[in-house]
């Protein structure tokens, strides 16, 4: 099944804010993994930015079982 | 025999593999993940594990008595919240909702529900309640009501932050939260909305109220045309009503009429009779009365006329008689006198023609010699005319030649006038020659008349330029020699 190595892949993926993410927030973000959608806690990586509901992120980082942080995918 | 024996003893080895393999592999359905315990090796999806190994979506083989499989359902799992909580206001509210949580699906998840929940899964819904419900006192804590109703975003995220690590920690995750009801003992909200539940029900009634207005004057509005056209319609039929009784009594009329007619007709038929017959009556009385009566009138001024006019035919005869008479007697007188008038007048006329005819015998004669010597003047003065013309001409020509023509006709009157002046001169000396002598000439034709002064300018200028062609009285004094013969 090789679920350590999904956990690892983790990294890279991208995701749709569904819960605005921003600093003193927690946000939420579902992401396609394991053959299906999942939600995960966000946090920013960065800065002061709030990253509104809708916006395409990617994730940076995973903090097992079910934090991520996460960039926007795209500048503006 | 020993074939059925032996073909049993192959079939019942099969039916215990199958059934040994059957104790040993174990599958994991979809909604769950096999927690497989009780072996080191082999610790699959978790690397530094605790001694299980955790499968999902497949099959794995188990050693029977070795090792335990235990399934932990990944299916969702609901709790209902019925919640007393105070808001930040201070208002108690009773908040009743709903949690849908399940296990998470990623390894770490499903170790720690594992650890937790394996043999308590029917009492999750219970432990995540009470982790719930004390999250949700603190948050409501820190809202207000206008927040909760207001700003689901803003509960939920709260919610997630609250409950979110929280559920982490025990494998699960949240995913829906449900607020189905906010009880209010105090009537708080209830309140809350009825300053606009007020303005509603008054915009409500305006609407209403205004909507009454124009049906109203709608209704009014079509009950005021209905009645103009009730009016209108009767309005026409009582016109039309009018003509017909007009029509009526102008039908019943006819008949009277008519007759009426037809009697004014014979009425004025007869009336024309009668002025006929009154007519015809006075031209009866005309031929009757007045002809006869006309007649006697012109005949009695007919014979009266004609004996006046007897009369006077016989006055006028008689006058006419004294008359002729008279005249007669004058005519006589009249012829005697005439004739002897005209005998006198006959001797007188003979008388006056002789003498006429000796008269014109006379002017004849005398008519006849005017003419002759007038023809022979006119002759004379023509000739002279022409000549004066012909000199006029010549002159016009050349005006010097004919001067000097005229002079040389004339020059022996001239030089015997001239020499006059010599004529008492008995000797004469010439002290200058030919010149002298012209000179002295000259000047005595000069004392010759007045009408010399043109010969003496035409010396002079002889003198000068002699003219060329012209037979000169002056050339022989150049020699001096014809002045001598006159001496």
Known sequence: MGDTGADADMVGLTGRVTGTVGPGLVGEVIVRIRGGAEHFLAHPVSGTGRIAVGTVVTVVEYLPPRTVYVMAAYDN | ?487
């Open chain 2, 1 to 487: 025999m020993a074939i059925g024996v032996v073909a049993g003893i192959v079939l019942a080895a099969i039916v215990a593999l199958i059934g040994l393999f059957k104790l040993m592999w174990r599958v994991a359905e979809p909604n769950e993940a096999l927690v497989i315990s009780g072996s080191t090796h082999k610790t699959e999806g978790l690397g530094q594990g605790m001694g299980f190994r955790i499968v999902t979506g497949r099959g794995t083989l188990v050693l029977p008595g070795v090792q335990a499989v235990r399934k932990l359902s990944l299916d969702l799992n609901e709790t209902q919240l019925s919640v007393d909580c105070v808001t930040h206001q201070g208002i108690p509210l009773r908040v009743k909702g709903v949690v849908i949580f399940k296990v998470g699906d990623d390894l770490v998840s499903i170790a720690n529900a594992a650890r937790r929940f394996l043999d308590q899964q029917k009492m999750m819904p219970e432990r995540v309640h009470i982790v719930f419900a004390g999250h949700l006192r603190s948050i409501v804590g820190g809202l207000t009501v206008e927040d909760m109703i207001r700003d689901r975003e803003k509960l939920t995220g709260q919610t997630r932050m609250a409950c979110g690590t929280e559920m982490e920690k025990l494998g699960l995750i949240v995913d829906s939260l449900q607020i189905h009801e906010i009880e209010d003992p105090t009537g708080y909200i209830k309140n809350l909305a009825m300053p606009h539940a007020a303005a509603v029900q008054r915009d409500a009634r305006i609407a209403q109220a205004e909507a009454n207005r124009l049906a109203t004057e709608a209704e009014q509005a079509a009950f005021a045309r209905m009645a103009e056209a009730t009016r209108d319609s009767e309005i026409l039929q009582a016109g039309y009503q009018a003509e017909r009784d007009k029509a009526a009594a102008t039908a019943r009329q006819a008949g009277p009429l008519s007759e009426a007619a037809a009697r004014q007709e014979v009425v004025v038929q007869e009336t024309r009779v009668a002025e006929l017959e009154a007519h015809r009556r006075e031209q009866q009385l005309q031929a009757d009365v007045r002809k006869p009566a006309d007649a006697a009138a012109y005949e009695t001024r007919t014979r009266a006329e004609a004996e006046r006019d007897a009369r006077i035919s016989a006055a006028q005869a008689k006058a006419r008689e004294t008359e002729l008479a008279a005249a007669a007697e004058a005519t006589r007188v009249t012829t005697a006198a005439t004739a002897d008038a005209q005998a006198v007048e006959a001797r007188g006329i003979a008388s006056a023609k002789a003498t006429r005819a000796t008269g014109e015998a006379e002017a004849a004669a005398t008519q006849a010699r005017g003419l002759a010597e007038a023809e022979s003047a006119k002759a004379k003065g023509l000739a002279e005319a022409e000549a004066i013309k012909a000199r006029a001409a010549a002159l016009a020509e050349n005006q010097e030649a004919v001067v000097a023509q005229q002079l040389a006709e004339n020059w022996p009157a001239i030089v015997e006038a001239g020499a006059g002046a010599f004529g008492n001169v008995e000797h004469m000396v010439l002290l200058n020659g030919a010149e002298g002598m012209s000179e002295m000439f000259a000047k005595a034709l000069t004392m010759g008349g007045t009408g010399l002064g043109v010969a003496r300018q035409l010396l002079a200028s002889m003198g000068q330029t002699p003219p060329s062609g012209t037979p000169s009285p002056a050339a022989p004094p150049v020699n001096g020699r014809i002045p001598i013969r006159e001496e």
